[in-house]
């Protein structure tokens, strides 16, 4: 009874009403009562957000628990503050249903509703649901305070500006996991395909050679949930109030080192010289890494960008997506490690891997592969910048078992974008070395393509002006494992 009683006043206290209990007769069971129904109630709430089948995330726990000890510090600290140190555990109580109230009454309803504008591009709407979201527990502290010391208004202020600190605005800045999350291994059965025909600059390469695989193809498959979850686990939370870039870069062919050498530089480049450091997430296909680093396939790309958004303010950062493989006539990306039966992904796959929850606003897609122009039409929008290596009936150059880097990747990656911060004028620089390589070499010009618009321009021009000053990151290849010719 006790504990329904305090849960109905850490309603009132959300309310801004006054509290109807005694903080003498709390302690520390009833805290303690009140970190399980956080537990239940935080549950609820993510089986209400996430899709089945459900699988529970252990850290998620270690969140839950750390929430739980920022908010007796906070108690403590306001009370020392108040000079009520008798009445420590009663206030911990107190604030501690109040979380649980604010996370089900507050935090949750605006999420959805903000999320639910953004997707309608009304984000100044989303943008004030978002502060009214984080900012309401601050009012909460300090009526609290000032219910416990009615004529001390001012000491009962800076009593919850200090609480404030410790409890909600020092969270921002921790790594949060949820309780729950949704089972990738099984989310999308791999499909037995065979991969397209893949024409390229390595045309007169012959069949593959049949090679033993490396590794245990099963126990790739069965660590790729956790590999994942780690890899996003690493992420930094997004700066409030600063445009943050976060970078998701996929080689999908485990064939050539090529793919590999461009998804990890693009991991340096970004991170040391435009500020994405942490917030970068590799997936890859590569022999030499299937431990270390989440695969490149469809599902994993899906999963991966909507964790990113998870960590990102959707109305606010920019996500750069560097995409790199070979690509068919038929406008599809290889997707190939073998011998595991991994899907292919085409321009509507790719479009609907992006369409996530929260919806990712500000966008720079960029398509390294033969034949990727077309990949633009599917997506485009008003607010997203899509770079190919090609036009739709074109072939791209530079891949193959014998080169470090591919043409478009040398050009834009390791040349470009270390002269310029600025991402049009790169792609507009790196187009006119690859077509002069191209001639050089006698080739069909590639054509490389970009679709732009005023919004995504004017959005990367700000973020730009932000940028510190950063030396260049020069390209050097990884060590490399013996590959197999590509196709």
Partial sequence: MKLVTTLWNGLRAIALRPPRLNPVDAGPGLFLALVVAYFAVSLALDAADVAQPWRFVPLGVLTLLADSMLTLAAAWLMMRIMQRDGIVWGVATLLLAATIATSAVVHWPLAWAASALADREQLVLALLLEILSRWWWLPVLIAVASWLS???????????????????????????????????????????????????????????????????AEQVIYNQ???????????KPQTHGVVDLYVVAFAGDANEDVFRNE????????????????????????????????????????????????????????????????????????????????????????????????????????????????????????????????????????????????????????????????????????????????????????????????????????????????ASVPFKPVSVVPAKAGT
């Avoid at 208004?153 to 999350?181: D, E, T, Y």
């Avoid at 045309?203 to 490396?214: F, M, Q, Y």
């Avoid at 956790?226 to 890899?231: F, Q, R, T």
């Avoid at 770079?387 to 072939?395: K, V």
Wanted: net charge negative; glycine share 6%.
């Fill in 150 to 216: 009615p004529r001390h208004f001012g000491r009962s202020v800076v009593a919850g500006i200090v609480a404030f600190a410790v409890s909600a605005a020092l969270w921002w800045w921790l790594p949060a996991m949820p309780l729950l999350a949704t089972a990738k291994d099984v989310a999308k059965p791999p499909v037995a395909t065979t991969a397209p025909e893949l024409p390229g600059d390595d045309d007169d390469a012959g069949e593959p050679e049949e090679t033993t695989p490396t590794f245990d």
């Fill in 225 to 235: 949930q956790s590999l994942l979850d780690e890899a996003v686990a690493k992420l």
């Fill in 263 to 470: 998804a990890e530089y693009a991991e340096k480049l970004f991170g040391k010289r435009f500020g994405a450091e942490g917030r970068v997430l590799v997936l890859e296909n590569n022999a030499a890494t299937v431990d270390t680093r989440p695969l490149a396939t469809l599902t994993n790309l899906s999963w991966a960008l909507d964790d990113v958004a998870k960590k990102m303010d959707p109305a606010e950062d920019i996500l750069l997506l560097y995409v790199t493989t070979h690509g068919s006539s038929d406008h599809a990306l290889l997707v190939d490690l073998d011998p595991l039966p991994l899907d292919q992904i085409g321009p509507d796959d790719l479009a609907d891997a992006l369409k996530t929850k929260p919806a990712i606003r500000w966008k720079v897609l960029v398509v390294n592969a033969c034949y990727s122009g077309g990949f633009v039409d599917a997506l485009r929008d008003d607010s997203t910048m899509v770079i190919t290596s090609a036009r739709e009936d074109r072939t791209s150059f530079g891949c193959g078992s014998d080169s470090d880097i591919t043409y478009f990747g040398k050009a834009f990656l390791a040349e470009a974008l270390n002269e310029t911060t600025s991402i049009p004028d790169a792609f507009a620089q790196a187009k006119k070395s690859v077509d002069a390589w191209e001639a050089a070499g006698k080739e069909e010009h590639s054509e490389p393509q970009i679709a732009s618009t005023r919004s995504i321009e004017a959005k990367l021009e700000a973020w730009r002006r932000t940028l510190k000053p950063a």
